[in-house]
Every structure is written in C-alpha cells, then in structure tokens.
C-alpha cells in the first residue's frame, strides 16, 4: 500500500534491544523500519518527515535515564512522545563458534551493558580486557568482519542468535536478572493519544533561577494537584555549572484537569517549560485520582468562580460601592 | 428623588462610630439610614430588602476581629462586601453638667470600650465600678434618663458633643491612641465593584477536615500564587470544639486572574468555601504583583495549554499510537 | 492545714461555671477558692503569688476564644497552662419565685449566654429587652436586689438551683445542646506536667513581618516535624490594623522530641514566641506519631550527626584537604 | 620521604584531565600517584588504604553528572569527598605527524569527549567515522600502536603537546567553549574539612517510598532551613524502574548549625540517608545566611527548649496540675 504505509525510525543497528521495542508496536513489522546511528538522528528523520516516529531508550533500570534522549528530546524541534515501551534486559556472551570461554581475552560492547555485566565478568573471566564498542549488536557483528581485534561479544540474545556465524558462550550473565529498558515512541506534535486513565505525561522544566526553592515551586505545581511523578531527572543546559532542566514524567494525561492545571503553573513559573507528550503507561496502570483534584472537582470549581464574577443580576447597583474616591 | 434614594442600614444607634463609618459613604448623606439593634438585625434588613446595604463593624486594631459580623456574614443568605472604612477611635469620658471626675462611682459602656480604656480608669478614678452598655451611645444616651444607675458613660466625641444634656469630663481616654476600627459596607450579591489595583478580597473557607496541613493547604492555594493575606481568623462552626471555619482577607480582586485561581483552588479543596466579596482597600495602597502571578502570565499559560490540547494539524495521525493494546 | 492549703483563683463570681470547672480539679474542694472580677485580675493573683493557679476560660465551642484570656496569658509576666477542663454548657431562665414567663419583659445576663439563647428567646419570648450583665452569675444574684431593673436571668443551672430566692422558668435553652468550655488551669512557670502521651502544648507566635508566606512558616515547623494543631486563633497585637500573634495548641509535650524540635524552629523564625504550657488533653486521647517524628527517630538521627562532626578516628588526617588555597 | 608520603589514586591513564585536576592539589606534584582503570577501581584503592584519596569526575557543565562516579559513592563502604577541583576542558585533535585533516577517515574518543565535539567534526570532517575509546587519552596513545585502526584522536591539549610522535591537527574544537568539569578528592571517613564559610554539604538520599510529595519533603528540609541546593540529581538504586536515590549538593558545611539540623531531618525521613562530606567550595563563594538560620539562631532557640524543659525552680509544685486522672 504505497502512501499510507508508516515508516519507523530507531536507534540502530538492527538486532538491538531498540528494536525489539519498536516491534511491539502492533503495526511496526508492516511498517518500513529505518535504523539511525545516534539518538539525534533518529529524531532528525522524524522532524524531517522521513519517518513518522522515531523509537529511542530514554531509561535503564540499573543505568538510569539516557542522557542522549532526555537532551535531544529536550532541544530543537518540537517532538512528542505518543507510547512508552518496555523490554526486559538480558546479556548472553556471544563468539564465533569454536571459541571457548577460556579462549576469551577481549570483549567488545556498549559501556552500558559492559557496566551492567561486571560482576559476571570478574567472576568468570576476570582477566578478559574491555573493548568499548558504539552498540552491543555493532560489537557482536564485528566478530564477523576479518581483522576484528577482540574474542567475545556482550549482546542481545536475538542477535547472537539469529545472526549465523555466531554462539552463545553464557546467558543470562547481566548482573540485575531484573533489568527493564524503558523506550518511548517519538512523533511530530499532532493530536494526542486517547485518555486512557493510565497515562503519562512527560515535561522538560528549566530551573527559573538559582535560588532556594525553585525546585520546589515546580515540584509544588504538581503537588497540590495531587499529580504523582514517576520520574524527575536533571540534566545541566549545558551553559554553566549549575544550570539545570529537569525532565518528568507525571501521572496522568493533559487532557486531565488537574494535569491541564499543572502544566499552565508551569508555565507561569518557567514559561520554557516544553510538553513532551502524553500517553499511555506501559503497565497501564490506573491513576488513583483524589475527589478534590477530579475532573468534576474543576469544573465546579470554575462554574463557581464563573458565577462570582458574572453573576446573573445586579440588585446592588445604585449603592456607590464602585466608587470610594468619589 | 423618591423610589431612587439609597436605604442604608447601620449597627445603631445613632452616634456610634458605625455611623461614623458610614458616613464616609459618599451618598450616605442623602440616603435613608436605619439604626438597627445587632449586626444580624441590620444584615437581615438588606437580605430582606428593606436596605440597600448595611455598614457593621468587623474588626478592631485593639480588641480583634468582631465576632458577631464575622460569624453573621459567614451564614446565612449569601452577601457581599462592597466597601471597607477605616474610622480613628477614640474615647471621651461624659456625664451629665455638674459632675465632676471625682464623684464618678459608676461607669457604663460597651464592653470593648471598657476594654480600651482599662488604664486610663485604673490611673484616673481606680475605684469606679463597671455598668455593662449594649452600646457607647446606648450608655451616654442612659445617663440622661430620670432612674439612671450610673454617673458616667465612655462614648465617641461624636455623641458627647452634639447631645444638649451631657458634657465631656475627660477626652482621649483610650489606652491606645493610634487604635482604628475597620468597618464593612455589606449588600446583597450583584456586580462586583470595579477593579482598582488597590483592592481586597473576602473569604470564608470551612476547615475540611481535621489533618495535619488542612491549613496549609488552604493558605498554599494563596501562596502558590503570590496572593498576600492581610487577615486570617479562626471561627468555630459552633458544632464541636476543634471544628473552624478561617476568614480571610486576601489582596486582590476576583477579576485578578491570580485570585479566581486561588478561589478555584480553595472550592476544590473545600467545596462550602463562601466568596464574601472583592472591594476597594480603604488605604488604596497597590498590590504588588510579580510577573509569573501576572494577568498576562495567566493567560499566555492558558493559550499554551489549549494550543497542547487542540493542536492546529494533527501530522502523527497514522502512527498506532493510541491503540496501545491493539 | 495552714502553710500546705492550695490556694485558686477562678474568673468569678461564685456560680459561674467557670467555679464548676476549677471544682473538676482534684483537690479544689480543700483549696481555698479566690473569684477574681475579670480574667486579667484573677491571673495577677498568681503573678504576684496571692494565688497558686487560676481557673479561667479560654474557648466556647458555639462563640470561639476567649479573647481577653487569649491577650491575658500572652502578655505580661510569664505564667504556664497546667491542666485544661472541658464543661459542658447549658442554660437556664430564672426569676424570682412568682414570675411567670409571660410576665418577662427584660432579660439580663452576659453578652456571651444572651447569644447562645437568642434562638430560644426568639421564639418564646421574642419580645423581651436584653439588659447586659457582667456574668451570668451576677445578673441572676442582681435579681435578689431591691431596685432590680430586670426580671429575669439567663444562668448556669447551678447557681439558679442552689440560691434561694430563684427558681427555674425554662431549662436547656441553649440553642446549641452540645455547647462545651475550655477552661484552663493557669500557674506561675515551673516543671511542666509529666508526659503521658495525650498532651497538648500552647504556644504565642507572632507573626515575624507582613510578608507572603510568614504563617505557612510557622505552621510548616509543625508540619514537617508531624505535629498536628488543635486550635490556631489569630489575635491582634493592638499595635496596628494587620499586626498578628498567632495563639496556637499543638498536640504533643515540649517533652517529645518532635514538640522541642518545632519550639526550637519556631523561636528561630519568631524569636519573641511564647510557651504557655505543655499538659495532659481533657479527653485523654492519645497522639498518634509516625515512626519518623518518634523520639527514636530523633535521637537516631542527632546520633548520626555528632557520628559525622566528631568522628572516631581520623585516617584521612595526611591528605591536604583543609588547606584549599595552600 | 617513606611513611609520610601521600598516595593518590586518580581515574587513569596518564593525560587525562582528572590528572589535571590531581595535578592542582597542592602537595599531589610531590606524592604518589597512581592511576585506576576506572571509577571504582580508583575507589578502592583508597578503601583498601592503598591510596589516602582519590581524585574522580562528577559532573560535566556540558554532560551531565558522571554517572559513574555518581553511584560509586553512593554504594560500598563510606567515602568523604574532602575538596572539589574544576577544570576547564577544551579538546584538540591530535594525529600522528603527517597526517592532514583531509586524510582523516576514523576518529577515536571517549563518547562524552565525542559528544562535546560533535558541532566540530559536523561542519569540518562530516565523513569521519567514531571509533569508541576508553578514555580521551587511551585514544590518544592508541595512535602510538602499530595496528592502530584510526587516525586521529580527540583528547586534553596536555596529552596531544607533551606526547612525542602526537601531533596537534585543530585545536578548541568543543562545541561549547566554556565547558568545565568538576572533579572531587574522595577520602576514607574522618575528621571534616575545616569550615571557610564557603562550603559545600553533600548527600544522598533514597526515596523513601513513591507517594506523593516524598521528594518535596526532602527538599524541604533544606528550604525550611534557609539552606540553598547547587545540584540535585535522581539516579536509579537499580532495583526496578521508579526507585531512586537523590544525589544532592547543599550550600554550607554539616558544623553549620543549619546544614546539621537539615541532616538530621534527612535522617529521620529517610534513615539511610549518606553523607558523603563537607568542603570548601571551588569557586570559594561565600554562602550568604539569613539570621534565623545562622548559629546564632540555633544555638537561642536550643537554650530556650532547654529552659522551658528543665526550669531553675519549680514553684508550682503544690498545684495537682500532674494528676488529671486522680
């Protein structure tokens, strides 16, 4: 169907835990999937119009947020998040076939999952010597190329696995046997994502000014409407030592009264705050939601502030209230 | 101008510093002006109809907050504050001609006037007993009657003056020289006085529950908006011990966006939160307000979330992302 | 047992029911009983030792504090709240034997009591002519009187049944059945009562400056340290309009860790704070206090701070980091 | 000097600006120094007392925190950081003679230095492909290997200018020129650094639980002390998404009487809160203190508890006050 056929970007190569996120998304494997070398050009191809959406880790359970993503969503062209997605993470140590584990001396992946496989490795081959390599699945698949210059691969299990010319040395060597990567799917700004009432909203909020309770003037934004976050995450603008935003995610939709309410005091107190997105939870879990922040809670509220200041009648006209000066 | 002319009820009787405030009005002079006996008696008059308005005192820089106008306009039919007035109080000790200081033996008067000028009486005639007054005039105006118990009466210069049949023995009696009592114009629901830049305005917010930080979140709701108080009073709802409602003075005006936010926040965190009124400050001095607290932040927030949730173009509509679990 | 007898002062006269609060205290029947002909002078008798402790009313469930007690124990020489007892308030209309009701035409009694059965007068003798007295005690003894000007007395059901020459013409006219009265027990500063877990504290705080924020301050030091309020009433200091003391109780004993560390935040913030008295709640109910604001939470953690400013040993003594700009 | 030597451990090798920012302490030209093959290993050396401290990355005006260093300090057995030391970074690309920039196809670094060089590399050597290197230097010395397979590298002008067979082919080519990066000297526990005035406090804090406010009621013991934060960031405790830790930098030395009340209320909220030190400030910016935060302060209202709770004299001990339920 050529003209409406959806065209994914994501955060390559392929065989990564990226992509395995981006095929959870019911029509991702109809779609064209386009593999980007780094985060930003993963969401270039979005702004561009190349792609559609663009699928990026922004959070590791043991490794914490991606900075790369928390910073290219946070600048440039407007984007939107419009999915979250989550994939658990295991390691298995892969090598050509032949190679034993007592054959390993050298050992290429990415430093997050090198980071993340260190107890294994002192364990098992203590003396094996780091190999810093762009991806997991960039290192397992230069095992394959003729002049590689290390022995084993820490990778992905689908790579070691479907790609031939190469074995599965040990599984499961990640040191958190519980390790999730959190993925979100990123768009050009549109209409959003249906309230489902387990929802997220993502906000990228700079510090207005160095002084005692910035932080907490955002944070209270929330707060007293009774919003959760899930997620706060500073990272420097990079201007100067001290200099920060602050990314979050809170409970809940835009199109939730409470959260709409939020976001205008944002707004109000750093009016570069930047709406990432709202959308669905992955655990589609639902947010429990006080009486006195529902939806109805500020309808009424509003109806009754509407009432005060255009009230129906006027019986106190001819008392000179209006004028004390007179 | 019959059918036209103002009807204006007052705490009487005449001669008291109520009528004093009310003569501040600008068409007071013109208007018809009923004494009434209490401040219930005088509201009711204008709930009824019977009165364009009624001017009762509400609070005394000596002796507190007036407790019969605060629970009075807290119940009942709704009213609105459209006017404060600020009348100096001071004191004059009369008796009829011929009484001299020393043969003072009995005093009557209002018991906060009593109250005032406890020390003058302690320095000045110490032995002299207490004759409880319903009111300064209603006790000046007693010393002219044939049976009457008492020698001397403490009432305002006003009375004391302008009454043939009493003369001053003593003048500035008050402990307090710089003492002020405030006084509230109050009318039926309508029009809310235009806007000055100068104003006030009036609530009463039942405590919804016995917590620690059901105030504080009461007074966030101001706080959060840079909305300053200028009073705040605790009144029991009469229902059990521990059980109050707080009045408050709050600077600005409904029409101010900053304070329909605030009183949104207060109707949802206690939905009986009563709106008594926004109103010129007698003092006409400015509120301050700070730019993210600013009309113009309000609205530029406003805009920004609307343009969130009602985008103009909708260029991500054939990405899956709203069926999550499709 | 003279030298060893306990002497009270109480807010008199005799038959009030302040008297049937101080008789709630264990040895006041032996005690030698002092009435006092106003709050401030019954607390002077302690002050200057004439008396042990005072019994005075500080709060009425239907009319709200007692504000000349509120501005008595606030001011002056320093005195301590030792102990609080509620009495439950009801009211009867009595007159000399023979008087019938319809022949009431004038009513004395304090202004309080008149306002408590202004529902019941209303409608069952809605003609009659309020007469103020300075306690309900006197106006019903003033019915005794040769030159009476009244003929009826609203009172305390003791009084009206244990003096001869009044009986009873109507009971329970209160219009509030459950109306209750503190009343406190007040002595010169000293031990403060044992902790027994259901304890209250009092506290005078003025309001350090009239700026955004002051009183959230005040109530965030027992906020964040888990302390719930029981009564907050603002006074005015006298000095000018908009000039506040907060008079405040706390649950919980200057004892507890939790209570001692908000004094001490509270001092900080408003030097001039006033303690009034740590003592056991009438009704006996004990403070619930979560694990973090427990005084093993608090020594725990003062523990861990001196573990870090006075360390044990050492080791790090040879490397230069104290000498910066060396 | 054997025995009195001072040992030092930095993150390695050789070239790097950690060494840089070794090389400013003032005794570290004269003491060993020995560099690790990363974060940890650079730790525990100075835990197993084989290095008195040693000098780690924290945080990138451009990247960030380093994460690394970050979750390090936070985990194992306690660590102090006894001063900060901030260098600026700026970057060179070096090669080996010969090599022009229109030879260069392959370029090695570390990712962060990568990252910092990416405007550069865009708009002069947009073809050139990123080979991940361990470290700045470890590139840099790579060049030197006979089967090196790149050919130029991105490192510190230090390493590029004082290695033989490097030679300098652009220089400042960091996309951002002010770039800095704060580095700490980390040593086992022990005496504090002296207090300057100009001080540092840093800690970490868990979560305590994911509710609502949890975080602001961290932050708030250090507003409600008037205690200023320069930096706060979230990491992951790694055992699922969703739990943090806060890693916060406060104004202020724990000897100042604030910081150390603001610890002890993190240790109650949160009792595995850890302190990880207080240091002269790099930048030796005085922190400015309010008066009701000062020592002052704390040391009045200490004096006042203690005088409340444990009076001179006790005359009120005849009064029953002690015994309500007699």
Chains 1, 2, 3, 4 share one sequence.
């Not at 034993?100 to 364990?123: F, I, N, P």
């Not at 003396?127 to 810093?132: H, M």
């Not at 002049?147 to 790579?159: E, S, W």
């Not at 958190?176 to 549109?190: C, E, M, Q, W």
């Amino acid at each position: 169907m050529p003209g409406s056929a959806v065209t994914y970007a994501f955060l390559g190569p392929e065989g990564t835990f990226t992509e395995a996120a981006l095929m959870q998304v019911p029509d991702a494997a109809q779609a064209t999937r386009i593999p980007a070398s780094n985060v930003n050009a993963a969401l270039d191809l979005v702004r561009d119009g190349a792609a559609d959406a663009a699928m990026v880790p922004i959070e590791n359970s043991v490794e914490g947020g991606v900075t790369a993503t928390l910073d290219a969503i946070a600048n440039g062209q407007e984007l939107r998040i419009i999915r979250e997605v989550l994939v658990p993470i295991s390691f298995v140590l892969a090598a050509p076939p032949g190679v034993e584990l007592a054959d390993v001396r050298r050992v290429s992946t990415h430093g997050h999952a090198w980071a993340q496989c260190r107890l294994w490795m002192d364990k098992n081959i203590p003396a094996a010597e780091y190999v810093p390599g762009s991806s997991t699945a960039a290192s397992a698949m230069g095992l394959l190329g003729e002049d590689c210059h290390y022995d084993a691969a820490i990778c992905a299990p689908l790579v070691a696995r479907e790609q031939p010319g190469l074995s599965v040395l040990a599984e499961n060597i990640g040191d958190n046997p519980g390790a999730v990567t959190r993925f979100i799917l990123v768009s050009r700004p549109g209409r959003l994502p249906e309230r489902t009432g387990a929802d997220k909203t993502t906000v990228v909020v700079p510090l207005p000014e160095d002084r005692p309770g910035a932080l907490m003037e955002i944070l209270d934004q929330f707060a007293s409407r009774g919003v959760n976050l899930s997620r706060i995450e500073s990272r420097p603008t990079g201007q100067y030592l001290g200099h920060y935003f602050f990314s979050i995610d809170a409970d809940g939709h835009a199109g939730d009264a409470r959260v709409a309410d939020a976001l205008a005091g944002l707004h109000r107190i750093s009016p570069n705050t930047r709406f990432l997105g709202s959308y669905p939870r992955a655990d589609m879990q639902e947010t429990a939601v006080e009486s006195h922040t529902s939806d109805e809670a500020f309808t009424a509220a509003k109806s009754w502030v509407a009432s005060i200041l255009q009230p129906g009648s006027s019986p106190a006209e001819n008392v000179s209230a209006a004028s004390p000066t007179a």
